[in-house]
T-cell receptor, first 111, second 117 residues
Framework: AQTVTQSQPEMSVQEAETVTLSCTYDTSESDYYLFWYKQPPSRQMILVIRQEAYKQQNATENRFSVNFQKAAKSFSLKISDSQLGDAAMYFCAYHNNDMRFGAGTRLTVKP | ETGVTQTPRHLVMGMTNKKSLKCEQHLGHNAMYWYKQSAKKPLELMFVYSLEERVENNSVPSRFSPECPNSSHLFLHLHTLQPEDSALYLC????????????????FGEGSRLTVL
């Protein structure tokens, strides 16, 4: 079974600084998708960024970028120029036939 | 109007009550999901409906009963729940294309916070 591990239950970053959230996964598949979802307090979960496993180039969405290491089965999220609105739970997810989520990392942004 | 709407947002019920959670999606998707979110645990997939047919159950206790009358609506009927069932229940939808690997991108509602006394 595919599992997704987020080793950092909580992280903290100073406003305007950069933070990296870690994620590793286990799979025997070569073709799959990886996601980072953001869940703000009392608000719905939204997609932050997506990576196709067959693409070597790391995905980027404005201040959000990933470091995808397929051989190491690692998929970290880097948030640059952190803003107060980035404070949320962040979930890493793996999809092949179904979606598997990690336990989440709670990110706090300090003003 | 959000793409996926869940009601009620909060629900408190006793162990002998019968209640239902409702989910509606306005995105034209053909698959809908129920997830259970408990603190410090990965999201647990409970049920999947694709083209209005249930395709996955994941050994959920029978006190949870899903219903999908059409591709836009999904219900979760609750009866004789236990305190450990207290959690945030998330509904999600996606567009599934037959054949090949789908992206799997999910669109979530805001969740229904359930407390079982």
């Amino acid at each position: 079974a595919q599992t997704v591990t987020q080793s950092q239950p909580e992280m903290s970053v100073q406003e305007a600084e950069t933070v990296t959230l870690s994620c590793t996964y286990d799979t025997s598949e070569s073709d799959y998708y990886l996601f980072w979802y953001k869940q703000p307090p009392s608000r719905q979960m939204i997609l932050v960024i997506r990576q196709e496993a067959y693409k070597q180039q790391n995905a980027t969405e404005n201040r959000f970028s990933v470091n995808f290491q397929k051989a190491a089965k690692s998929f970290s999220l880097k948030i640059s120029d952190s803003q107060l609105g980035d404070a949320a739970m962040y979930f890493c997810a793996y999809h092949n036939n179904d979606m598997r989520f990690g336990a989440g990392t709670r990110l706090t942004v300090k003003p | 109007e959000t793409g996926v709407t869940q009601t009620p947002r909060h629900l408190v019920m006793g162990m002998t009550n019968k209640k239902s959670l409702k989910c509606e999606q306005h995105l034209g998707h053909n698959a809908m999901y129920w997830y259970k979110q408990s603190a410090k645990k990965p999201l647990e997939l409970m049920f999947v409906y694709s083209l209005e047919e249930r395709v996955e159950n994941n050994s959920v206790p029978s006190r949870f009963s899903p219903e999908c009358p059409n591709s836009s609506h999904l219900f979760l009927h609750l009866h004789t729940l236990q305190p450990e069932d207290s959690a945030l229940y998330l509904c999600a939808s996606s567009q599934v294309v037959a054949g090949g690997l789908n992206t799997g991108e999910l669109f979530f509602g805001e969740g229904s916070r359930l407390t079982v006394l």
